[in-house]
């Protein structure tokens, strides 16, 4: 078997012109978004509260592969979805056709290593995720083809206080965040005869209004039709706001399941809605789902975070009946959120080396060492120039420091130390293994 690039042609007719081959320039594709390093501070920020909070709650981290076999998804997330049916990028391997995808979720993956790895059998399990996820939809705000989530599942434990657990790791973890007006709605899906009986009276209703069903719920009237409560499509929304809902057909179990969880909310003081129509995007849940909105100011409202009960899903994969519950957090919606709310850092160092003079690299990088032991962040001036210009990315790096090694100074096995953001500290000239102390005891600028 062998590749070929499609674009190989533009570039052998650039060089048929003359001259050296200027190539077209390759892209990234679309809807999957490169993360700059000036935008790293606020995913750090985001992942490290994240890991804070979940572990301060007990839940350990699980990684689970990016490509998985497309099987997976299709019985894990139901053949009549949205993302089975148009968003997944399942393809054939060519090397041994097998039938494979990029995961649009995380949940499939994480109980099928569960089941694979018999990780029930030491106990109930809380654990947590981070990666991209990846579907095929049109990229607008909020909805890439490439998109990151953060996610728990709660394994083996029957509710409702897990599934209040969930939620209030949510609120939590927001609050870290500083994030405030968000959000949450909640409702019950019911028990598998409930949902049956429910179903039943969705399929009549919508039969009855044939005529204002788009294609897609038309085709989804008889194999899903609760799915046709979460279309996005803005000419029925009248007609899913007539819809029978779903709470007149909960039992007395699945009432009280949904109650004890708002118990829990009202005692933890977090507020929220019951909201009747609340349905997810995926097949597999039952009882509890919930959804965290944020507001965006004048933008559209999005939804940050899903999640719920999915009971069913082990028994579904394969695995011996276990009860699971969980949320998806879309990591490039909150930090969409969080760029409202909290100040830009901007990349900062503690000391950029600057030096010129023969031989002074060894000098520099000997001393930036020495520096490092110490606990420091230094750039050493790399590719030679003068003074002017290293001076100038020194500035440019947002180094609290300049350390400058000349003729003089490698002469004399010392350094001058200028300080860049604080006018307070005089600049001096001393041995080289006094730097560290000398920085440490002034202070940085950039560090608290
Ligand atoms: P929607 O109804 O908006 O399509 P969904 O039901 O498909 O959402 P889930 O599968 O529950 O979403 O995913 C959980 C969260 O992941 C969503 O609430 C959202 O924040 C985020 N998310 C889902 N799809 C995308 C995407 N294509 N791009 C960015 N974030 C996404
Ligand atoms: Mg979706």
């Keep these: 078997m062998s590749l070929v690039d499609p674009a190989a042609g533009m570039g052998s007719a650039a060089a048929a012109e003359g001259g050296g081959v200027r190539r077209e320039p390759l892209r990234g594709v679309r809807g999957m978004n490169d993360v700059l390093p000036a935008e790293q501070w606020l995913w750090r920020h985001f992942e490290e509260s994240v890991a804070a909070v979940v572990t301060s709650y007990g839940y350990r981290q699980i990684r689970t592969p990016i490509l998985e076999h497309a099987a997976l998804f299709l019985r894990g997330i139901g053949e009549v979805t949205d993302i089975v049916e148009k968003e997944m990028y399942a393809f054939t391997d060519q090397l041994n056709g097998e039938y494979l995808s990029l995961r649009p979720e995380s949940t499939a993956g994480v109980v ?6 018999h990780l029930l059998r030491e106990g109930p399990q809380r654990l947590w995720y981070s990666g991209p996820m990846f579907r095929h939809e049109r990229p607008q705000r909020g909805r890439y083809r490439q998109f990151h989530q953060v996610g728990l599942e709660a394994l083996g434990l029957p509710g409702p206080d897990v599934d209040a657990e969930l939620i209030l790791v949510c609120a939590r973890l927001w609050e870290e965040l500083g994030l405030r007006d968000l959000s949450l709605d909640i409702n019950s899906l019911g028990a598998m005869g409930e949902r049956a009986a429910h179903r039943q009276a969705l399929i009549a209703y919508f039969e009855a209004h044939r005529t204002l069903l788009d294609e897609d719920a038309q085709r989804r009237l008889h194999s ?5 409560l979460d279309s996005k499509n ?19 179990v699945s009432r009280t399941h949904l109650a004890r969880i708002l118990e829990h909310l009202d005692r933890r003081g977090i507020a929220f809605r019951v909201n009747p129509r609340l349905v997810r995007g995926l097949d597999y849940y039952n009882l509890t789902v919930f959804e965290w909105i944020a507001p ?3 933008k559209a409202p999005l939804t940050i975070c899903g999640g719920g009960r999915y009971d069913g899903l082990f028994e579904t994969l394969g695995g011996k009946a276990a009860h699971g519950c969980g949320f998806a957090i879309g990591v490039e919606r909150v930090l969409e959120a ?13 000391v950029y080396l600057v030096h010129q003079a023969d031989g002074s690299d060894l000098a520099a990088f000997e001393l930036a060492e020495r520096l490092r032991d110490q606990g420091l962040d230094v750039i050493v001036h790399c590719g030679a120039g003068q003074f002017k210009a290293q001076f100038k ?9 300049a350390v400058v090694i000349g003729e003089e100074e490698l002469r004399a096995g010392q350094a001058t130390v200028k300080a860049l953001r604080d006018a307070s500290v005089p600049q001096t000239r001393m041995a080289a293994d006094q730097v560290a102390g000398y920085i440490l005891e002034h202070g940085y600028a950039a560090r608290p």
Aim: negative net charge.
């Design 338 to 350: 969080l760029r409202a709310v909290i100040p830009v850092q901007p990349d900062t160092c503690d």
């Design 224 to 228: 899903n039709p609760l799915r046709i």
């Design 393 to 401: 990315r020194a500035d440019a790096s947002g180094a609290s420091y």
């Design 112 to 117: 099928r290593a569960v089941i694979e790895h």
């Design 296 to 298: 965006f100011g004048g």
């Design 234 to 252: 803005p000419q029925m929304q009248q007609l899913i706001e007539g819809a029978p809902s779903i709470d007149k057909f909960l039992g007395e």
